[in-house]
Structures are given as C-alpha cells and as structure tokens.
C-alpha cells in the first residue's frame, strides 16, 4: 500500500465497515508504524481490496482486511489471507491472530476454512453496537530454527 492508493483504499474501508479506520489511520500505518505491513490487491491498476497486518515477533495480527463491494465473492480476500498466511509460514512465524464480529458469519466461515478457531472474547469491542468481538488464531507451523516453541 502506497499513499497514493489511500483515496481507494479509504473508499473501500467506508462502503465494509461501521466503523471506518481514517485516512490518517491508514497513513499511520504505512509511514509511522514499524510493526504494519500494509498490501493492496490490484485489477489493472485499480485498487480492489487491501489487508493490514501487524507483525511483533513471531506472530501477526490482521488487523483489516476488506475487498471493494463490486469485487466480493469472487475469493479476493480469501487469496490475500492465504498469501499473507503461507509468507508467514515460510518465514517462521508461529502464530496469525485477529477479531471479528460475531455477526459477521461470511468471515468468521472464511477465517475458519483458513484455520483459524475462536480463544476468546473481547467485551464491548465495538462501540457502534457495543458488539463483543471474537478473538480467532490460527497456528502457523513450527518454531523459527533454534527457537523454543
């Protein structure tokens, strides 16, 4: 993700989500935050769907992915969680972590197909509907070389 892709991209994050991260969000992310790692997918230039991560040792958190509303069910996200989950695992990292409203039952079967299972639950997570959040993992593989597990 580049700043000149943060128009697109804040258009997409407007038409997915109640709560909508800023454009300042975004940019925080790409430019200021050592630990994010920000990606677009593209269709002929145009920015169609886009994931955030961080990365904090051996694990990832997503911490937003959308796809653009005329792109959806066509398994863009499902192809950008899978690249962003097969990298980690060959780098080494053990563990990808994110949350999800349990309303949203077409990304909790999303998640879920990718491996990732509910540990708990975040009180009160979003403060639109006052909605908890489920908090999924998925295991990614073993230790980095050398590493205790």
């Known amino acids: 993700m580049r700043r000149a892709d943060l128009d697109r991209v804040v258009e997409i994050e407007r038409e997915s989500f109640s709560i909508p991260w800023s454009r300042g969000a975004f940019q925080y992310e790409i430019e200021q935050n050592r630990v994010a790692r920000c990606w677009t997918g593209r269709v002929d230039g145009e920015v169609i769907g886009y994931l955030c991560l961080w990365e904090i040792g051996e694990e990832i958190h997503i ?87």
């Open 63 to 149: 911490t937003n992915v959308a796809v653009a509303r005329a792109w959806r069910r066509q398994g863009i996200a499902r192809s950008m969680l899978t690249e962003i989950l097969d990298d980690a695992r060959r780098r080494g990292l053990r563990m990808a972590f994110l949350e999800v409203r349990p309303t949203n039952v077409e990304a909790l079967g999303l998640y879920e197909a990718l491996g990732f299972h509910v540990i708990g639950r975040r009180k009160g997570y979003y403060y639109d509907t006052g909605e908890d959040a489920l908090v999924m993992e998925a295991e990614l593989g073993a230790a980095r070389p050398g590493k205790l597990r």
